[in-house]
């Protein structure tokens, strides 16, 4: 009997695998328990954001999937619990390493386009949101996205209403070797964003919102190829929300960055192969 392919999911989880040796070590300190490894933590994790399901789901399917478990070594089964520990020990400085090396596996071109999104908090506690007196129901997502393979390159998240002009700058400042030229709407139009840009080498293609004659003008001048690669951004905030879900599912703001880092990162996993 010939031996089977290896399924889409199979590939999947040995990249991760991959991702998450170069990564981090192997044990989180030399007093871990080493029943189970970073690796495998963070294979499972990806996994639970891919399948867009629970950690007591994911097990139970789990149990079914001998060839996933030998992808990993994963002789034992964790509880549910084990991995929300995983979830909550892994800081955010760690995914994001894993998404920068994430970016990496793919070719990626330069222009890159920025958008923001809303992600629903649908799960959150609504004692808490009392407490906190949190009155705003979405997570503001803002993308860079390479426009040729529709790689994630960085993100931001923030629980405020921060105007994208203000976001902007710090993802320029972080992604100055990845871009080359920057795609943006006219929610981006301010010339603080355009001097920053030229500064780190990189030629801002942005809309003017048009409240002259001379805007309207550079509006028309404005090469349309390049800008309208923009969309690639809408394409991506719309496949993730597809496929890993419109809402986010933990409670607290701090894991929930942490979810959509760990989202962005199974995109650009999925998009490697």
Not at 39 to 60: A, E, F
Not at 84 to 99: D, H, P, Q, S
Not at 105 to 121: E, H, K, M, W, Y
């Amino acid at each position: 009997m010939e031996a089977l392919p290896k399924s889409r999911l199979l590939r999947f989880v040995e990249q991760a695998m991959h991702l998450a040796r170069r990564a981090v070590a192997r044990y989180s300190s030399k007093f871990s328990k080493r029943r189970y490894t970073l690796h495998q933590h963070i294979v499972l994790l990806c996994l639970k954001v891919r399948k867009n399901t629970t950690y007591r789901t994911l097990l139970d399917e789990l149990i079914e999937m001998p060839r996933i478990r030998s992808a990993i070594d994963l002789e034992e089964l964790p509880s549910p619990s084990t991995l929300c520990k995983a979830f909550n020990r892994l800081g955010m400085a760690v995914w994001r390493v894993l998404l920068n090396l994430s970016v990496t596996l793919l070719p990626t071109n330069g222009v890159v386009g920025i958008d923001a999104s809303g992600f629903d908090r649908s799960h959150a506690s609504k004692h808490y949101t009392k407490r906190t007196k949190l009155t705003i129901q979405q997570l503001k997502v803002t993308l860079l996205v390479d426009t040729r393979v529709n790689a994630i390159i960085d993100l931001h998240v923030t629980t405020t209403r921060k105007h994208d002009s203000k976001i902007a700058p710090s993802l320029i400042r972080r992604n100055t070797d990845d871009v080359t030229i920057l795609l943006g709407d006219k929610g981006y139009d301010d010339q603080k964003i355009r001097t920053l840009a030229r500064e780190d080498g990189v030629r801002p293609v942005i809309k003017h919102r048009g409240f002259s004659s001379l805007h309207k003008a550079w509006n028309v001048r404005l090469d349309a190829d390049i800008h309208g690669q923009r969309s690639q951004n809408e394409t991506v905030n719309s496949r993730i929300k597809r496929k890993y879900g419109e809402f986010v599912r933990s409670r607290r703001w701090w894991k929930q960055f942490r979810e959509l880092v760990v989202g962005c990162l199974t995109h650009n996993i999925d998009k490697a192969l």
